[in-house]
């Protein structure tokens, strides 16, 4: 599996679950001309997570708004009408997002220190 698909699957486990959108079975209810803001920035969200190393949600925030929101639906003066009605996934779950990316590291590098190894 790549590892974009291990922070993929284990996003989709945690945060879909729990998402303002999802249906009653737990699929995506978003409309079909709409992508969550999760899955079509995953990339430059993993980028700009594993650039900060904090105690603090701040600089996470800070991280996502200028790596990410520019690509997404911010506008030229730093607004997104999603974020700003609560119908951004990543700003919403911003705080379970950083945490789930930082437990998929954790369990990264004790794969790659192997049994017995720290």
Do not use: W
């Amino acid at each position: 599996m790549e590892r974009i698909e291990l922070f993929r699957e284990a996003l989709k486990e945690r945060v879909c679950g729990i998402c303002f959108d999802r249906n009653d079975d737990g699929t995506c209810g978003l409309p079909k001309d709409q992508t969550c803001a999760l899955e079509a920035h995953l990339p430059e969200i993993l980028k700009a997570v594993e650039s900060i190393h904090s105690v603090d949600l701040s600089p996470y925030v800070d991280a996502i708004r200028s790596e990410v929101c520019p690509n997404c639906s911010q506008d030229a003066e730093g607004r997104c009408v999603f974020r700003e009605s609560f119908d951004c996934s990543v700003d919403n779950f911003l705080y379970l997002v950083v945490e789930t990316i930082e437990d998929v590291k954790k369990k990264e590098d004790g794969l790659a220190r192997g049994p017995g190894n720290g």
